[in-house]
């Protein structure tokens, strides 16, 4: 038998600029022990990073975020949703920019380095606690061809982001090809089952996947995106077939000029 | 403070054709109680109801469950990777074809209808046990933009899939205008943390989750694809431009023949 736990203490409160993240986590959860994932909603870590930019500028603040559209849809009466690809490299609709739960006419950008935010919480955990945890910094997302938003991680320490399988051979004797779990979005996922937007519990402890934790901080979150030439879908099919017919439409135009 | 726990029982065997579910899952798990969730890997419900195929037949297999072709990419030296929606309206890699864990010479097709194989399970278990469980099937697939796999909901059973939190306020009193969560996806992604192919432990039992089961069978995970007008990439993006480019030119040919 294996067994894990997810628990979502009470007691942590508003999170403001400046305070100290692992001060509230140390408090909320004192019995914090070696092997614990501490799973922690973007939405306090960019708080207490003051990444708080005005609501007017919310669009510009999207413009800012993204490096690259991958599609657009256009929608009556509010701006087109825009899904691009974002400074940390995450395809995510309005770049992972956030107006739920933040002060009125405000609105919320992602951390600037969430892995960095995931490895000062770790090192402060450690320095308050003296315990050895994991990390995973969460944000919400769609998906493609699936309805309903699922938490991933965006940021990590201290925890084997990716379960490599590759190697391991299955019941029969057989090598099971291309097996990498994205464990790191699995406990995001699971740790969004007891906290969550309305119930004001931002963090989550899971206990008993402590072989999943290491002792270094390890590469982070920041190698999940798989974006470049292995991605099948860079762009929205309405954007490519744009783009391929005014291609098409070019050889048209060179043809009459010849 | 919420809790809740994934426990994955050991003593499920292999899995034959015939194998009455409910009387491996009650045997393995005989303390389930009111409200938990048991996770079933989809791979020993299709070995149950005899999923099983020739492996001669993988690119025929694949070929049976596809729908449409959603994009390709050639490999070397082996049949190119499809992208496919399949009969059940999920976009995955070889539309769910699975050559893993099998035995030798043979592949595994998807259970013919999930949710069906979820409500029988459910009832199974009602009347070995006495208990009103929720069931989630679950396959392993693949995302675009992000690296690794991830367990998903393709069959439930007394469970909401989706939580809607559409009319929910959030902490500052503002509606939640977008904010529907697959919880049913969550569920399985967090239970493939304790079971999984090497560990051979295809069953997980959730526990402390009681309020996202009902009392009906409910609508099961049909609803949780979303595909047609709102899908931004039901086509790759190789594809897409590669018909646009066709139209362009074939505008160019239509202005020729004039």
Do not use: Q
Not at 118 to 132: D, F, Q, T
Not at 194 to 214: E, F, N, S, Y
Not at 244 to 249: E, P, Y
């Amino acid at each position: 038998m294996t067994e894990f736990s997810v628990t979502a203490p009470d007691g942590i409160g508003e999170v403001r600029p400046g305070d100290d993240l692992a001060a509230l986590v140390a408090h909320a959860c004192p019995d914090l022990t070696d092997g614990d994932v501490v799973v922690v909603a973007s939405k306090i870590v960019s708080k207490s990073e003051g990444r708080v930019v005005p609501a007017d500028d919310r669009e510009a603040a999207i413009t800012a975020e993204t490096v690259r559209v991958v599609a657009t849809r256009e929608r009556p009466g509010v701006p087109p949703l825009r899904i691009v690809e974002n400074r940390l490299g995450l395809v995510m609709a309005a770049a992972g920019v956030d107006a739920s739960n933040t002060p009125e006419g405000t609105v919320l950008l992602l951390p600037v380095d969430p892995d960095d935010s995931a490895r000062r919480l770790r090192a402060g955990l450690r320095e308050r606690l003296g315990v050895r945890v994991g990390v995973v910094v969460t944000d919400t997302a769609g998906r493609v061809w699936r309805d309903g938003l699922v938490d991933l991680a965006i940021g990590a320490a201290g925890l084997r982001v990716v379960e490599d399988e590759r190697g391991r051979r299955d019941s029969a004797g057989r090598e099971l090809g291309m097996t990498v779990r994205a464990v790191a979005d699995e406990i995001a996922a699971a740790a969004d089952l007891v906290k969550g937007k309305v119930t004001g519990r931002p963090v989550a402890v899971v206990r008993g996947l402590g072989h999943l934790t290491t002792d270094d901080d390890g590469p982070g979150a920041k190698i999940l995106p798989r974006l470049g030439e292995v991605d099948l879908f860079s762009e929205g099919t309405a954007e490519a077939y744009a783009r391929g017919l005014a291609d098409g439409r070019g050889e048209l135009r060179a043809g009459t000029r010849r």
